[in-house]
């Protein structure tokens, strides 16, 4: 078993409401890269009952205050990080409210809104965050919700316009015919975001 | 299109990574035709090098990151993105797939890149199958169909196939190319960088949550 898998369970057995973020939500959109960690938005209140599932599966939970998240531990099985007030700076309610199901790794799961996760990763905007948000362009472009993104971004105070124009930088090499996407993106993030 | 970036495409790109300029001023200042500079500059566009707006030309994010590491590690990058520009996309339903068509074709290759680095390190699935094949080789391949939007499959051609190590059962590079190739895209290499305890180009990424 995987920490995903343990995440999955615990949370389908404890009924807690969720979300899954980052590379595993990634995932949902678009065939990219996953690594064994998962991070999760959840409800303060429903972290407690997540608690009661995982440790004992052997997880320990501790609070990492530096980077705003809870870390369920596993030697083996990997990382669990939690978040349950915001994620960089997108607040974990909103998060919730507008999370999707989706079949990820042969599992239903919740995750958060293509929206919401381009917002999050412009608001970090580290190396990692340009290649997901250029997967998830090229994936999905013309087909996310471009007028919420506009006034969340500007509501939230996020550089999302830049941060996506940046990333067009790093397209997955293995997308076809780089050049002709790159342009029809760059357009698309225009025309959408002025 | 044709597929140089020579020495006045590197003097060019250097030159934008102090300024942004216009065409006419980076052909004066490159001592080239006008046409010959808006040429090259459109190849190291399509590439990913430069971009253009408003009338002038600037060096990309992605050539900021490069430009900031050594000369020496640098300069391996425009060999390997020379390479990858040539590779044949190929769409087999999933990189598990992907391995399993190359393995089983009989064909001698070498895994390379996000594929190399998860053999490697285990620490990031890979999002495709990265490998050097011979270039008279590549018809042997049970081949997919040419991929529409991401490939699984992304032969790399090459006259001989690059130095390699054998990790778990696989031909992989050698971790110096390795590094290089991770370094050409940046985006998640920077983390794979970080899992083999490399160290990446300059930037800000936060990298402290690679488990080692």
């Known amino acids: 078993m995987s920490c995903f898998e343990d995440f999955v369970e615990a949370a389908s057995r404890s009924g807690a409401r969720y979300a899954l973020l980052g590379a595993w939500a990634v995932a949902a959109v678009v065939s990219f890269r996953t690594t064994h960690d998962v991070d999760v938005a959840v409800e303060r209140a429903d972290l407690w009952r997540l608690r009661a599932e995982l440790e004992p599966l052997g997880y320990v939970l501790v609070e990492n205050p530096r980077l705003g998240k809870l870390e369920f531990k596993h030697r083996e099985r990997g990382d669990i990080d939690v978040y349950t007030e915001s994620v960089s700076g997108v607040p974990v309610g909103l998060i919730l409210e507008r999370a999707v199901e989706a079949e990820v790794s042969g599992r239903r799961v919740s995750v958060a809104s293509p929206e919401d996760l381009l917002l999050m990763k412009a608001a970090a905007g580290r190396e990692r965050d340009m290649a997901d948000a250029a997967a998830i362009l090229a994936a999905a472009g013309e087909r996310l919700d471009w007028e919420y993104m506009a006034r969340a971004s500007s509501e939230l105070g996020i550089p999302l316009r830049d941060f996506l124009l940046r990333s067009l930088s790093r397209l997955p090499i293995q997308v076809s015919n780089p050049p002709k996407v790159r342009k029809a993106l760059k357009g698309l993030v225009e025309e959408k975001l002025g | ?212």
């Open chain 2, 1 to 212: 299109m044709d597929e140089k970036m020579d020495e006045a495409s590197l003097f060019m790109l250097w030159a934008l990574l102090r300024r942004p300029m216009t065409l006419s001023k980076l052909a004066a200042e490159s001592s080239l035709p006008r046409a010959t500079a808006h040429r090259r500059l459109r190849e190291m566009e399509e590439r990913g090098w430069v971009e253009r707006s408003s009338g002038l030309w600037r060096a990309t994010d992605r050539a900021r990151a490069i430009a900031s590491w050594t000369a020496r590690d640098a300069l391996g990058v425009f060999l390997v993105d020379r390479l990858f520009h040539r590779a044949v996309r190929l769409s087999v339903g999933g990189w598990r797939r992907a391995l399993d068509a190359l393995s089983s074709s009989g064909v001698e290759f070498v895994l390379a890149y996000e594929t190399a680095a998860y053999v490697r390190t285990g620490y990031q699935t890979p999002s495709a199958v990265f490998a050097y094949v011979r270039r008279r080789d590549l018809e042997r391949i049970p081949a997919g169909e040419p991929a529409r939007g991401l490939a699984d499959l992304v032969l790399i051609p090459v006259e001989e196939l690059p130095e390699w190590e054998e990790v778990s059962g696989f031909r992989v590079v050698t971790v110096e190319r390795l590094g290089v190739e991770l370094a050409a895209w940046l985006g998640r290499g920077i983390v794979d960088m970080a899992a083999l305890g490399m160290r990446p180009p300059p930037s800000a990424e936060e990298v402290s949550d690679v488990l080692l």
